[in-house]
């Protein structure tokens, strides 16, 4: 008999005997040519087990060498670290490691490095910033990790706690990445060890509605409902705690904060509720607080005393044990098959009750996020779990629940650099209370720009606190806040052939979603100064803006940094100089979303994109021209299956495989070759697969650019080339080309003609937009406008502008335009 999928975790914890240098008393492990482990055992035994953190321990030898010098002790080298030890307890005198290479860094054991921060475990109650934990990287180069106290697994997919020494010290269990500034080498050493992000399924990268709120089945479908009616799509229905039995529950038992029986009051017929939300096209997870176990009042109670050894008459409750298999097996086969039989997809896991157990270093929280998420994966089904971050080896289980945060702008301004940061843990794939949770106070504007951020944030789930004046509906807001809210919505689900193809990327090759400006440019101190920016996907930096309008230009500011190349911002077709600071500034409506010469981001064409996130019928590709540029559009069957494909093996690594299936990803290139012009599309691979349509429409969005008069469309079969009809049509900062049934299993070919750059466009008519909005005296708002108009050369007009005592507001955003494209200048002064 096959064992249950929570226990089918597969593990290599043990490693090569050849990348081990070992003593009576110390082990060290060179996993890679950066990461080094290092053990003590004062007993000489040491743990070959897999822990939470380090699953995967039989790597591929790296090049090293290793000297043993006597009582001189030994020493160890890599191309990227030098180890020298004196075979002896590990002490700053005798346990030193030398980086090597461009980053010079001599590090003694116990000393303090600089680190660029990791992520926690909840934001619950936090009002701006709070502390980040450790990650893996360091502007110093080398980072440790400790891995001495935590959760072990046993062969049998069970857990234990370490073995303890009789005092502090005795065992030492502790890992070294020395990678410099090679950032993306670390973070994959880091997956290579403790497992890759596994692959969401797609219906997660949508809208989440989630509301702390007595809800009855009747006001949660006319809410879905009115959804609907405003072409607001929507994934996810999140049900909070009142779902079960609270206010309800005997005073003997207790208090409702646990529970797992439905409130038939509110919902009379649960499996029909469900049934409802899925024929919408929508998934369904419910809160869970397990800590109180299962009490005599609920439904299940009588089954699951007696699997327990409890008589039901004696009403004694069945206590949570994160630590007793019996109980995590009723607690799994009894009472969550039962729901998720009616209809629950997943599991929102609520565990706000400590860190401790019965077993030291067994977390109760480590227990349900890893069980949970391998249980859910049974059946062959692709597993998604909603809940806290538990430490480092956490990414196997997205996605996260960042917790409960205050609704201030101080928490606003946070959460953007929180989400970057966590990436340096290899934790990509957080979920915040968009809006924010608690207390606070209304403010239409904050409420619109947390749901902007939350578009470009890795999940988008609306959320809120049980007051009735707190709400995430957008028709409960101003009518300005409502339209940006809704069209931000909408956009999310557009943007979702863009974010599945990013997800496989991730799964695929261990790149999160959201990454620190460092990452790409780790030498350049700018880098390090825009916490709050950060790319997202291969394609995309965001600069969220995160403090309120300014109340003269009525424009929201964030300071940026565009690294050393040409960007658009693909909404108002502004184009930018790169490898500068500078200042955005963008109405409730605008969002500053920057990409560069070759860049190539597919959406959904349609404008409100299907509940559940199909495979679209139609896409719009945004295209910056001026350098070559390459994408794979990654889609999959639909079956929501687990992935085992061989192009996803590092998902054995995870631990994570529970089916024998494999999803079946379908792939349509897309590409730009800028010295010809000529734009790629497909053709679609493999092309007999039933979920793709077998015609798409297509539409290029030339953002920043005219097209030329020679421009030619055709597709080919590889057989031969056949030109074919299209339209061409003006919209504000760009040109689409419009592309009517397409074959998919044809490739479509559009010449733009060689040399294609990006127009120089005139500010001015924005600056005239720009000063006729701005709160200012008129007379010097005319002014203004003459010397923007003028013809002085730019940097005279500029000098004249800066001296003028300008509100420093307006003048900002004045400039911002004005030297957003050093050739304008070029330009004007030539004409």
Sequence with gaps: M????????????????????????????????????????????????????????????????????????????????????????????GFTVYLKGAVSTKWQYGAELTNLGGTTRTLDTVDGRTDLKTGILSRDGIAPI???????????????????????????????????????????????????????????????????????????????????KDDVPMNVAVIDMDWHLVDDVPQRFGNGWTGYTWNKKLFPNPREFMKELHDKGMKTTLNLHPADGIRAFEEQYPELAKFMGIDPATEKPVNFDATDKRFIDGYFDIIHHEHEEEGVDFWWIDWQQGENSKLPGVDPLWVLNHFHFLDLGRGNHRPLIFSRFGGPGSQRYPSGFSGDTIMTWASLNFQPEFTATASNIGYGWWSHDIGGH???????????????????????????????????????????????????????????????????????????????????????DEAYKVPNQFRFGTELIVAPVTSPRSK????????????????????????????????????????????????IIPFDAAYRPENGSPNPSAFEVVLVVGADGSFDLIEDDGSGTHVTDGDFAMIDDAGIETASDSVRFIHTPITYKQSEG?????????????????????????????????????????????????????VDNAIIINLKSVPSNHACIIELGSGAQLDVVDPVPKLQQLCWDANYPYDFKQWIFER????????????????????????????????????????????
């Design 2 to 93: 096959s064992k249950p999928a929570r226990y089918d975790f597969k593990t290599r914890p043990v490693a090569h005997s050849d990348a081990i240098v070992a003593g009576e008393k110390y082990r060290f492990t060179i996993l890679t040519d950066g990461l080094l482990r290092f053990e003590w055992a004062e007993d000489g035994v040491f743990e070959d087990r897999a822990s939470t953190f380090a699953i995967n321990r039989e790597l591929t030898v790296p090049d090293y060498y290793t000297w043993d010098r006597g009582q001189d002790g030994i020493e160890i080298v890599t191309k990227r670290f030098h180890v020298l030890y004196n075979k002896k307890k590990f002490s700053a005198e």
């Design 146 to 228: 400790g891995d001495s106290k935590t959760m072990l697994f046993e062969s049998d997919g069970w857990i234990s706690p370490r073995k303890t020494g009789a005092q502090e010290g005795d065992r030492t269990d502790e890992y070294l990445f020395c990678y410099g500034h090679d950032y993306r080498e670390a973070i994959r050493a880091y997956y290579a060890v403790s497992g890759s992000q596994p692959l969401l399924p797609r219906f997660a990268l949508g809208n989440w509605f989630s509301r702390y709120h007595r809800f009855t089945r009747d006001e949660y479908i006319e809410l879905m409902d009115h959804f609907s």
């Design 438 to 524: 608690m207390h606070g106070y209304k403010d239409d504007e904050l409420t619109t720009r947390w749901v902007q951020l939350g578009c470009w944030s890795p999940i988008l789930r609306l959320h809120s606190s049980n007051n009735i004046f707190n709400t995430r509906e957008p028709w409960k807001f101003n009518a300005e806040a409502c339209k940006v809210m809704e069209d931000t919505l909408r956009l999310r689900h557009r943007l979702i052939p863009y974010l599945y193809s990013m997800n496989a990327r991730s799964a695929a090759n261990d790149e999160p979603l959201v990454q620190p400006m460092y990452w790409d440019y780790p030498e350049l």
């Design 552 to 599: 003269t230009t009525h424009l929201g500011a964030v300071k940026a940094w565009l690294p050393p190349k040409r960007y658009v911002d693909i909404f108002t077709g502004v184009v930018y100089d790169g490898d500068r600071q500078l200042l955005f500034h963008r109405p409730l409506g605008g969002y500053p979303v920057l990409a560069a010469e070759g860049a």
């Design 678 to 730: 000529i734009v790629t599309i497909g053709p679609t691979t493999p092309m007999d697969d039933p979920s793709i349509p077998k015609n798409r429409d297509w539409k290029v969005k030339l953002v920043a650019y005219s097209a030329s008069p020679g421009l030619r469309c055709m597709t080919t079969n590889s057989k031969k080339a056949k030109p074919i009809k299209f339209t061409t049509e003006q």
């Design 788 to 831: 923007i108009s003028d013809d002085q050369p730019l940097s005279k007009k500029v000098n004249t502008l800066q001296s003028a005592g300008i509100e420093q507001d307006f003048l900002n955003a004045i400039l911002e335009l004005l030297l957003a494209d050093s050739r304008y200048a070029d330009e004007y002064q030539h004409s």
